[in-house]
């Protein structure tokens, strides 16, 4: 079973929808991550979460809203989705930063979100 | 000044080739620093951390240039199977673990 899982993995909808994507993880990690991908932009940061109370606005966070319903899970939210949040959408986890500069990330396989 | 730059590619390389990837980190603050891999349509993979000191991993060579502010990852005897694209990453200084992306650097491997 894959340690961490986003549904759905694809969606197409239509402006002004609310939509929200799923995120679940089983490896037990307090951090995590939600990031879009877009053709030559890379991945971008949109909100994280560093355990159950603790919420934070990443690059790109309008238009968006998170929620952390458990160390398990964490949501995101596009409450009027709108054709421009068309794009590839990760959900990550990591440990704990034993480091200052953190350890790996862990990404869950996906989801493709097309605005019409 | 992007944060993290890299060559987008593509890199059409033979098998059996070595083909070397750079990257550029504008925060001399930053202090980890990785490079992922990511099959097409699939979720990045974390390929090898980079230690300033270099590191290798089988065919797989990553250096750290803390002065130049500057990645590099080689990549010997390169394989069909190593097509992907390649993702410099450098952690966001301030705290916790943000990490940011570059845009890729794309590999294809031809027979």
């Known amino acids: 079973d894959a340690d961490v899982t986003q549904t759905p993995r694809n969606r197409i909808t239509k402006t002004g929808k609310r939509i929200m994507l799923e995120c679940s993880q089983t490896k037990g990690h307090d951090r995590m991550y939600w990031y879009r991908q877009d053709p030559g932009l890379g991945l971008r940061l949109i909100y994280y979460?560093?355990?159950?109370?603790?919420?934070n606005k990443g690059e790109i966070s309008d238009g968006y809203s998170v929620s952390r319903q458990a160390q398990a899970k964490f949501s995101l939210s596009l409450e009027s989705a709108i054709p421009n949040q068309t794009a590839l959408y990760f959900c990550?986890?990591?440990?704990?930063?034993?480091?200052?500069?953190?350890?790996?990330?862990?990404f869950g396989p996906g989801t493709r979100l097309t605005v019409l | 000044r992007k944060e993290v730059e890299q060559d987008p590619g593509p890199f059409n390389v033979p098998e059996g080739a070595t083909v070397a990837f750079n990257c550029t980190y504008s925060?001399?603050?930053?202090?980890?620093f990785f490079w992922y891999r990511q099959d097409c349509r699939k979720e990045p993979k974390l390929l090898m951390s980079?230690?300033?000191s270099g590191n290798e991993d089988g065919r797989f060579t990553a250096q750290l240039n803390r002065a130049s502010q500057y990645i590099s990852l080689l990549i010997r005897d390169s394989k069909l199977s190593d097509s992907a694209t390649y993702l410099c990453?450098?952690?966001?200084?301030?705290?916790?673990?943000?990490?940011?992306f570059g845009t890729g650097t794309q590999l294809k491997v031809e027979l």
């Open positions: 990453v450098v952690n966001s200084p301030g705290g916790g673990n943000k990490l940011t």
């Open positions: 979460s560093f355990d159950v109370k603790d919420i």
């Open positions: 925060n001399s603050a930053s202090q980890s």
């Open positions: 980079v230690y300033s």
């Open positions: 990550a986890t990591s440990d704990t930063g034993r480091l200052a500069g953190g350890n790996e990330q862990f």
